[in-house]
Protein backbone atom coordinates (compact mmCIF):
# COMPACT_ATOMS: atom_id res chain seq x y z
CA UNK A 1 0.00 0.00 0.00
CA UNK A 2 2.77 2.41 0.88
CA UNK A 3 4.69 2.20 -2.23
CA UNK A 4 1.24 2.06 -4.52
CA UNK A 5 0.52 5.47 -2.67
CA UNK A 6 3.95 6.94 -2.80
CA UNK A 7 4.46 6.71 -6.76
CA UNK A 8 0.68 7.67 -7.14
CA UNK A 9 -0.54 4.02 -8.29
CA UNK A 10 -3.82 2.92 -7.62
CA UNK A 11 -4.18 -0.71 -6.01
CA UNK A 12 -5.49 -3.12 -7.91
CA UNK A 13 -6.24 -7.25 -6.40
CA UNK A 14 -3.47 -7.83 -9.51
CA UNK A 15 -0.68 -6.29 -7.93
CA UNK A 16 0.71 -5.29 -11.49
CA UNK A 17 1.77 -1.95 -10.55
CA UNK A 18 3.86 -2.99 -7.77
CA UNK A 19 4.90 -5.98 -9.47
CA UNK A 20 8.38 -4.70 -10.62
CA UNK A 21 9.25 -4.07 -7.18
CA UNK A 22 8.45 -7.33 -5.72
CA UNK A 23 10.59 -8.65 -9.04
CA UNK A 24 13.61 -6.10 -7.64
CA UNK A 25 13.06 -7.18 -3.70
CA UNK A 26 13.89 -11.03 -4.53
CA UNK A 27 16.93 -10.34 -7.60
CA UNK A 28 18.13 -7.93 -4.81
CA UNK A 29 17.72 -10.12 -1.83
CA UNK A 30 19.28 -13.10 -3.42
CA UNK A 31 22.40 -10.85 -4.98
CA UNK A 32 23.23 -9.96 -1.33
CA UNK A 33 23.11 -13.25 -0.15
CA UNK A 34 19.69 -12.30 2.16
CA UNK A 35 16.11 -14.20 2.52
CA UNK A 36 13.58 -12.09 0.67
CA UNK A 37 9.99 -11.38 2.59
CA UNK A 38 7.24 -10.29 0.99
CA UNK A 39 4.84 -7.18 2.65
CA UNK A 40 2.01 -8.23 4.43
CA UNK A 41 -1.33 -8.56 2.96
CA UNK A 42 -3.45 -6.02 4.35
CA UNK A 43 -7.20 -7.69 4.78
CA UNK A 44 -6.63 -10.11 7.48
CA UNK A 45 -9.61 -10.90 7.28
CA UNK A 46 -9.74 -12.48 3.33
CA UNK A 47 -7.94 -15.90 4.14
CA UNK A 48 -8.63 -16.86 0.69
CA UNK A 49 -7.09 -13.45 -0.98
CA UNK A 50 -3.89 -13.93 1.46
CA UNK A 51 -3.70 -17.66 0.34
CA UNK A 52 -3.23 -16.46 -3.23
CA UNK A 53 -1.09 -13.45 -2.49
CA UNK A 54 1.09 -16.10 -0.98
CA UNK A 55 1.58 -18.28 -3.48
CA UNK A 56 1.81 -15.71 -5.87
CA UNK A 57 4.77 -14.42 -3.69
CA UNK A 58 6.52 -18.23 -3.49
CA UNK A 59 6.34 -18.39 -7.17
CA UNK A 60 8.37 -15.15 -7.59
CA UNK A 61 10.92 -16.47 -5.35
CA UNK A 62 10.31 -14.96 -1.75
CA UNK A 63 11.17 -16.96 0.96
CA UNK A 64 8.23 -15.88 3.16
CA UNK A 65 5.82 -13.20 3.88
CA UNK A 66 4.76 -10.65 6.70
CA UNK A 67 1.70 -11.16 8.92
CA UNK A 68 -0.24 -8.61 10.20
CA UNK A 69 -2.58 -11.40 12.16
CA UNK A 70 -2.44 -14.41 13.85
CA UNK A 71 -4.97 -15.77 11.72
CA UNK A 72 -2.28 -14.78 8.88
CA UNK A 73 0.27 -17.40 9.57
CA UNK A 74 -0.91 -20.87 8.73
CA UNK A 75 -1.99 -19.91 5.04
CA UNK A 76 1.45 -18.10 5.09
CA UNK A 77 2.96 -21.63 6.04
CA UNK A 78 1.21 -23.32 3.86
CA UNK A 79 2.28 -21.25 1.05
CA UNK A 80 5.97 -21.89 1.61
CA UNK A 81 5.82 -24.87 2.58
CA UNK A 82 6.62 -27.91 -0.31
CA UNK A 83 3.94 -30.25 -0.88
CA UNK A 84 5.09 -34.26 -0.59
CA UNK A 85 4.78 -34.22 -4.75
CA UNK A 86 7.80 -31.59 -4.89
CA UNK A 87 9.72 -33.27 -2.07
CA UNK A 88 9.33 -36.73 -4.11
CA UNK A 89 10.99 -34.63 -7.29
CA UNK A 90 13.71 -33.12 -5.17
CA UNK A 91 14.84 -36.38 -3.45
CA UNK A 92 14.64 -38.22 -7.17
CA UNK A 93 16.53 -35.28 -8.26
CA UNK A 94 19.28 -35.57 -5.88
CA UNK A 95 19.16 -39.09 -5.99
CA UNK A 96 19.66 -38.92 -9.64
CA UNK A 97 22.38 -36.56 -8.94
CA UNK A 98 24.47 -37.98 -7.31
CA UNK A 99 24.44 -41.37 -9.62
CA UNK A 100 25.55 -39.07 -12.13
CA UNK A 101 28.31 -38.12 -10.45
CA UNK A 102 30.03 -41.02 -10.29
CA UNK A 103 29.57 -41.61 -14.00
CA UNK A 104 31.02 -38.12 -14.36
CA UNK A 105 27.93 -36.48 -16.18
CA UNK A 106 26.83 -32.80 -15.98
CA UNK A 107 23.21 -33.54 -16.78
CA UNK A 108 20.74 -36.57 -16.59
CA UNK A 109 17.41 -37.17 -16.97
CA UNK A 110 14.16 -37.74 -14.32
CA UNK A 111 11.14 -38.83 -15.41
CA UNK A 112 12.16 -37.68 -18.80
CA UNK A 113 13.17 -34.23 -17.41
CA UNK A 114 16.66 -33.25 -18.56
CA UNK A 115 18.02 -32.30 -15.11
CA UNK A 116 20.83 -29.38 -14.71
CA UNK A 117 22.81 -27.02 -12.04
CA UNK A 118 19.78 -24.75 -11.58
CA UNK A 119 17.45 -27.90 -11.44
CA UNK A 120 19.53 -29.48 -8.88
CA UNK A 121 19.77 -26.05 -6.83
CA UNK A 122 15.96 -25.91 -6.97
CA UNK A 123 15.99 -29.28 -5.17
CA UNK A 124 18.40 -28.76 -2.87
CA UNK A 125 15.88 -25.44 -2.00
CA UNK A 126 12.87 -27.84 -1.85
CA UNK A 127 14.35 -29.92 0.66
CA UNK A 128 16.06 -27.40 2.59
CA UNK A 129 12.49 -25.39 2.67
CA UNK A 130 10.43 -29.20 3.86
CA UNK A 131 13.26 -29.68 6.35
CA UNK A 132 12.71 -26.24 8.23
CA UNK A 133 8.99 -27.20 8.42
CA UNK A 134 9.72 -31.10 9.49
CA UNK A 135 8.10 -32.18 6.29
Known sequence: ???AA???ASRTDEGTEVLYAREHVVLA???GGVDALDTVYTDFEDTEGLRRDAEFAFSLGYDGKLAIHPAQIQPIMEAF???GEDVEWAKAVL???DEADERDRGTFRVDGEMIDAPLIARAEKILERAADTDR
Open 1 to 3: EDL
Open 6 to 8: DIG
Open 29 to 31: ASA
Open 81 to 83: TPD
Open 95 to 97: DAR
